[in-house]
C-alpha cells in the first residue's frame, strides 16, 4: 500500500486546516487506517483511528472534539479535519495503514504496516 498524505501548512491558533491521505496500490487497503504525529523531541503519537469498513472512529482525548477523521471508501481516500488548532499541535502528521489490528491495539503505531511519508502542521500562536 503506497500512502499519500497532503493537506498540511500554516494556519493561526484557532484555525483549520483538512488533512487528506490518499491510498494506492492494494485492494485492500487495511482494516484500520490512522493519523499520528511527531513533533520535534518527542515520540510519534497517536491521533485517530477509523475501522476501513465499518467507519467507526477513535480519537485521542487531546484532540477530541476538535479533530474529525473520516473516510471515502470509493476515493480511497482518509481524511482528518482539525478545527480550534491549537500551537500545541504543531507536529508532522503521518498516515498509517494497519493490515489486521485490532480496535485495541489501532492507537499504536506498532500495528501499522505501512506510512505515507508525512506532512508539517504548524499551528502559530
Known amino acids: 500500500v503506497q500512502l499519500q498524505a497532503s493537506g498540511g501548512g500554516l494556519v493561526q491558533a484557532g484555525g483549520s486546516l483538512r488533512l487528506s491521505c490518499a491510498a494506492s496500490?492494494?485492494?485492500?487497503?487495511?482494516?484500520?487506517m490512522g493519523w499520528f504525529r511527531q513533533a520535534p523531541g518527542n515520540e510519534r503519537e497517536f491521533v485517530a483511528a477509523?475501522?476501513?469498513?465499518?467507519?467507526?472512529?477513535y480519537h485521542a482525548d487531546s484532540v477530541k472534539g476538535r479533530f474529525t477523521i473520516s473516510r471515502d471508501k470509493a476515493k480511497n481516500t482518509m481524511y482528518l479535519q482539525m478545527n480550534s488548532l491549537k500551537p500545541e499541535d504543531t507536529a508532522v502528521y503521518y498516515c498509517?495503514?494497519?493490515?489486521?489490528?485490532?480496535?485495541?491495539?489501532?492507537?499504536?503505531?506498532?500495528?501499522?504496516?505501512?506510512w505515507g511519508q508525512g506532512t508539517q502542521v504548524t499551528v502559530s500562536s
Open positions: 477509523i475501522n476501513w469498513n465499518s467507519g467507526h472512529t
Open positions: 496500490g492494494r485492494t485492500y487497503i487495511g482494516r484500520y
Open positions: 498509517g495503514s494497519a493490515l489486521s489490528a485490532i480496535t485495541s491495539s489501532s492507537s499504536s503505531s506498532g500495528a501499522y504496516d505501512y
